[in-house]
């Protein structure tokens, strides 16, 4: 598959880099565009953002396979990144990886054969709070989840229903 | 020891207003005074000098876990030549436990701005960047939203208020690594590289982003300067535990009834934090243990924390640290083999692999701790985790080793009961 970028994209690309005095800065947020338009930046798509950058495709492929949230290889169309570190997994976050390892018929790292969903287990992702909770596709966190909401969860995304942005208030805080 | 009055506390930081997080409510606040001040009131501000020997003189105790003292980091600036400066504003907040900075993305983005803006103007910084943790998207997109407001107002950008001092602000958006936030390493991300932190010397303030001096400065603590400017260093003192003074928002997790964040001054008895603002124990359990201010910061067990309040002072005459304020509550049924390993895992993970102690000890921790955990460790390995330990402790770039080896040595030592208990009784064949 070939893949091009957007017009609008390469304007992005474009502002992007004005914001710093030198060109490899733009590398993450570049591979961030990228991302966002393909799902995903394999190795045509990070030698794709090299070439738009002018940068050495090493480089590019460097930075892509250091960090976690960039995919290197396509994924399901819902990624549930668990958390299980230290106090979601005090609060139960294995539990709830485990249903949805049943749910999914699948382990964490695997993606459904129908392309659905992408099951991971993730390191903190900070809402210790609101534990034991779940990142969908780098995108909105689903909290304070049990076997049964993860459950719901994934019925729901079946049915096309993603949750909205949860605000969770300061617990003292009285707005005046 | 008096006691911190913490009942009685209004909150500055995120103070009790509706919508504080617009920038029309937030200057009906007050908002954008400080900056004011600082930029136009020459008889109270002579210099940028000024600026920074109130701000040391405050003590604001670096908020993302160092608890270096604020305004003296920033003394080490050197004396401007006409080049650009940079501010890196540090939100990357993956610290596990630590989940504070995000309500200031959320609840009041422009106390945070005011204050960056305060100290760029007082090291004649150029530019500033604020760096936030890639799987905060929200949060990256309320922060976008609030600088570009400040910058239609004419809080950011050129002569500001009329004055001399110019500058641009810029969101950067990490991409999920932990080692992110140690602060040079996070200068390699802003460079676009791998996340590889930098050898000190040189230190930032010398040669920093592409080169150039820079400072390094956790969000909290820098949201604290604009209340610092705006009621005096004094004022900021005498709130809280006088060794590390000041609000603080504390992030609690775990076992108890009401998690959350919460700002209150430091300083606060660590038994008031469980039993009266995070509302006791969850199911009436028993409290077993509390790691204060994220994972690095070595566990305590409940029978050490009679009297013990959330300050240095106090915190290091239990063998801990404050750290991030991010405190993790552990009732009577945790498992402190199960807990420990998951520490291990998690750092194992983040380990950049640029330093061959944290990069093998890292991962000899997690297989040793691994094997623990499935009942097949011996006593032995109780004690080959701790001689790990003392072969990564400051022999790295960075204090990742450190705060990987912390909780391995402290859980061990004072939890060893529950750590022999899980292990085979050894049978050695004596040669």
């Given at each position: 598959m070939k893949y091009e970028f957007t017009e609008d994209d390469l304007q992005e690309i474009e502002k992007i880099k004005a914001k710093y005095p030198e060109v490899k800065a733009a590398t993450l947020p570049a591979l961030w565009v990228a991302q966002n338009r393909f799902g995903h930046v394999n190795s045509d798509v990070q030698k794709l953002v090299a070439e738009t950058l002018e940068l050495p495709e090493a480089h590019v492929h460097g930075v892509a396979t250091f960090y976690t949230q960039y995919y290197k290889e396509e994924k399901g169309k819902f990624v549930l990144d668990v958390c299980t570190c230290l106090s979601c997994q005090l609060c139960g976050g294995y539990d709830v990886l485990e249903r949805a390892e049943e749910k999914l018929g699948i382990k964490a790292g695997e993606t459904t054969d129908d392309g659905m969903f992408t099951l991971n287990e993730v390191e903190?992702?900070?809402a210790c709070g609101y534990a034991p909770m779940l990142q969908i596709t780098n995108d909105k966190y689903v909290n304070n989840l049990t076997p049964e909401k993860i459950e719901s969860l994934i019925e729901d995304l079946k049915a096309g229903k993603t949750p909205e942005y949860e605000q969770i208030e300061m617990p003292l805080r009285k707005v005046k | 020891m008096s006691t911190v009055d913490w009942k009685n506390y209004e909150p500055v930081?995120?103070?009790?207003?509706?919508?504080?997080?617009k920038i029309d409510v937030y200057r009906k606040n007050g908002g954008y005074e400080a900056l004011k001040s600082v930029l136009t009131d020459k008889k109270k501000w002579a210099d940028q000098k000024s600026v920074i020997e109130e701000v040391k003189s405050a003590n604001i105790r670096g908020r993302g876990g160092a608890g270096f003292n604020a305004g003296l980091k920033w003394s080490f600036m050197p004396p401007a030549d006409g080049g650009p400066r940079y501010l890196a504003c540090n939100g990357d907040e993956s610290e596990p436990g630590t989940f504070k900075d995000r309500k200031i993305f959320e609840y009041n983005p422009h106390v945070f701005i005011e204050g960056a803006l305060i100290a760029a103007y007082a090291m004649e910084i150029t530019s500033i960047y604020v760096y936030i943790r890639g799987e905060y998207k929200a949060y990256i997109q309320m922060m976008e939203k609030a600088i570009q407001d400040a910058y239609d107002a004419g809080m950011i950008g050129k002569n500001i208020f009329g004055s001399d001092f110019s500058v641009d602000f810029y969101v950067h958006s990490g991409a999920g690594?932990?080692?992110?936030?140690?602060e040079t390493s996070m200068l390699e991300s802003l460079e676009g590289k791998r996340g590889y932190p930098r050898v000190k010397p040189p230190f930032p303030a010398q040669k920093g982003l592409w080169g150039r001096p820079t400072t390094i400065n956790n969000i909290e603590t820098l949201s604290h300067v604009t209340s610092v400017i705006n009621r005096g260093a004094d004022w900021f003192k005498s709130i809280g535990a006088e060794n590390h003074p000041g609000p603080i928002l504390y992030g609690i997790s775990g076992h108890v009834n009401r998690p959350g964040v919460y700002e209150l001054p430091s300083g606060v008895p660590v038994f008031d934090l469980i039993n009266d603002v995070a509302q006791g124990m969850r199911n009436g359990k028993k409290l077993k243990a509390v790691i204060p201010g994220g994972s690095s910061t070595p566990v305590v067990r409940a029978d050490q924390l009679?009297?013990?309040?959330?300050?240095s002072d106090s915190l290091r005459e239990v063998g801990t640290m404050l750290g991030t304020a991010g405190m993790v509550v552990m009732d009577e049924d945790t498992d402190m083999v199960d807990m420990l390993w998951r520490i291990t895992h998690f750092y194992h993970h983040e380990?950049?692999?640029?330093c061959t102690p944290c990069r093998e000890g890292t991962g000899w921790l997690e297989k040793v701790m691994l094997k623990i955990k499935n009942g097949?460790?011996?006593?032995?390995d109780l004690d080959l985790l701790l001689d790990i330990t003392t072969q990564m402790e400051g022999r790295t770039i960075c204090a990742l080793a450190d705060a990987a080896a912390w909780p391995v040595r402290h859980t061990i030592t004072r939890f060893r009961d529950e750590f022999e208990a899980r292990c085979k009784k050894s049978v050695h064949a004596v040669a």
């Open positions: 903190c992702l900070g | 930081l995120i103070p009790n207003i509706k919508d504080i997080h690594a932990y080692i992110c936030g140690e009679d009297g013990v309040t959330m300050d380990s950049c692999g640029q097949e460790g011996e006593i032995k």
